[in-house]
């Protein structure tokens, strides 16, 4: 360490003359959090870790960064391999690496955000596998503070999918309206793959695709809404409750806020509703904020990214 000029303080502070790499073992697997788009949203011990890898696996189905930037990753760590969804699933091609090599799997936002890489890290362990991990700024913490929303106050996150032929998830919208009846926010993160296979072909869902598939959802709950409601299970009667409750509203009027590219130079939110989010053009990737209740700091922090405000 070097005593160094504060030029901010006008004083004295302490700085380290070189960042110095972490310290890793030879062969292992080190989950590597990307960040929210950018080479600069990476941590600079993720970006020393990556670089001493033998090999780097991109996990690119779970979240994307765009082209550009990953050519400017790999122009910095080295050379990067795109995997999906089997690789990482059945991870027996990663095992054999990491049992003679160091390899990094890079994971956009938090390695371990996702119950996929949480399992990979525990299989890792039971193979006899060392795993190090290298967290990374993500969704859930960016959006709440960015939107102006308190993230106390934000219940159970969800992810709206495609519909998938004659199937509809309708766990998303009953998931909202549980959070709605407790008076939390909701979080939504949206599909990146119509087929839901996890294997390439992926299209990150624009605002119209999520009004479509919420409307679908919205359309084949109103066909159970009127259901007597279990007397067996408390925790079922609530959800069908709240979703009986949710579905009295205008779909249209109820207030969504659009995030778009979140962490990036392309940010970008606007708070509207689920009747107008169609019109909304969107960025590379979103997700969507469905407000509770809000008080009267959070009331003002949301209508500030109303159009025309």
Same mark, same amino acid.
């Given at each position: 360490?070097?005593?160094?000029?504060?030029?901010?303080?006008?004083?004295?502070?302490?700085? &380290?003359?070189?960042?110095?790499?972490?310290?890793?073992?030879?062969?292992?697997?080190?989950?590597?959090?990307?960040?929210?788009?950018?080479?600069?949203?990476?941590?600079?011990? $993720?970006?020393?870790?990556?670089?001493?890898?033998?090999?780097?696996?991109?996990?690119?189905?779970? @979240?994307?960064?765009?082209?550009?930037?990953?050519?400017?990753?790999?122009?910095?760590?080295?050379?990067?391999?795109?995997?999906?969804?089997?690789? +990482?699933?059945?991870?027996?091609?990663?095992?054999?690496?990491?049992?003679?090599?160091?390899? $990094?799997?890079?994971?956009?936002?938090?390695?371990?955000?996702?119950?996929?890489?949480?399992?990979?890290?525990?299989? &890792?362990?039971? &193979?006899?596998?060392?795993?190090?991990?290298?967290?990374?700024?993500?969704?859930?913490?960016?959006?709440?503070? @960015?939107?102006?929303?308190?993230?106390?106050?934000?219940?159970?996150?969800?992810?709206?999918?495609?519909?998938?032929?004659?199937?509809?998830?309708?766990?998303?919208?009953?998931?909202? @309206?549980? !959070?709605?009846?407790?008076?939390?926010?909701?979080?939504?993160?949206?599909?990146?793959?119509?087929?839901?296979?996890?294997?390439?072909?992926?299209?990150?869902?624009?605002?119209?695709?999520?009004?479509?598939?919420?409307?679908?959802?919205?359309?084949?709950?109103?066909?159970?809404?009127?259901?007597?409601?279990?007397? *067996?299970?408390?925790?079922?009667?609530?959800?069908?409750?709240?979703?009986?409750?949710?579905?009295?509203? !205008?779909? *249209? *009027?109820?207030?969504?806020?659009?995030?778009?590219?979140?962490?990036?130079?392309?940010? &970008?939110? +606007?708070?509207?509703?689920?009747?107008?989010?169609?019109?909304?053009?969107?960025?590379?990737? !979103?997700?969507?904020?469905?407000?509770?209740?809000?008080?009267?700091?959070?009331?003002?922090?949301?209508?500030?990214?109303?159009?025309?405000?």
């Amino acid at each position: 360490m070097a005593l160094a000029l504060s030029k901010r303080l006008g004083g004295l502070s302490m700085a &380290a003359k070189e960042s110095q790499s972490p310290s890793l073992p030879e062969t292992g697997l080190l989950l590597v959090g990307m960040g929210m788009g950018r080479l600069e949203g990476m941590t600079t011990e $993720a970006i020393q870790a990556a670089t001493q890898a033998d090999h780097r696996r991109y996990e690119a189905y779970t @979240a994307l960064w765009p082209e550009d930037e990953l050519a400017r990753l790999e122009a910095t760590v080295g050379p990067v391999q795109r995997v999906m969804r089997p690789e +990482v699933e059945e991870p027996e091609e990663l095992f054999a690496l990491a049992k003679d090599s160091l390899v $990094a799997l890079l994971v956009v936002g938090d390695p371990l955000q996702a119950t996929t890489h949480v399992d990979l890290q525990l299989r &890792a362990r039971e &193979a006899g596998i060392e795993c190090h991990v290298f967290h990374g700024i993500s969704i859930t913490s960016v959006v709440t503070g @960015a939107v102006g929303l308190s993230n106390y106050k934000f219940g159970r996150q969800t992810t709206l999918t495609y519909p998938y032929g004659d199937w509809i998830a309708t766990s998303p919208m009953e998931v909202l @309206a549980a !959070n709605w009846e407790q008076n939390l926010h909701t979080l939504a993160l949206l599909d990146l793959d119509p087929t839901g296979l996890g294997t390439g072909d992926q299209r990150p869902m624009r605002p119209e695709d999520a009004v479509q598939s919420m409307r679908l959802m919205w359309e084949k709950l109103q066909e159970t809404v009127d259901e007597p409601l279990s007397e *067996d299970y408390v925790r079922l009667a609530f959800r069908q409750m709240a979703t009986k409750l949710y579905l009295q509203q !205008n779909f *249209d *009027d109820i207030p969504v806020v659009l995030c778009a590219d979140m962490g990036t130079p392309e940010q &970008a939110i +606007v708070t509207t509703t689920l009747g107008a989010l169609g019109d909304e053009k969107g960025g590379r990737l !979103n997700s969507l904020v469905f407000p509770a209740g809000t008080g009267e700091v959070e009331e003002k922090a949301v209508l500030r990214w109303k159009r025309g405000e």
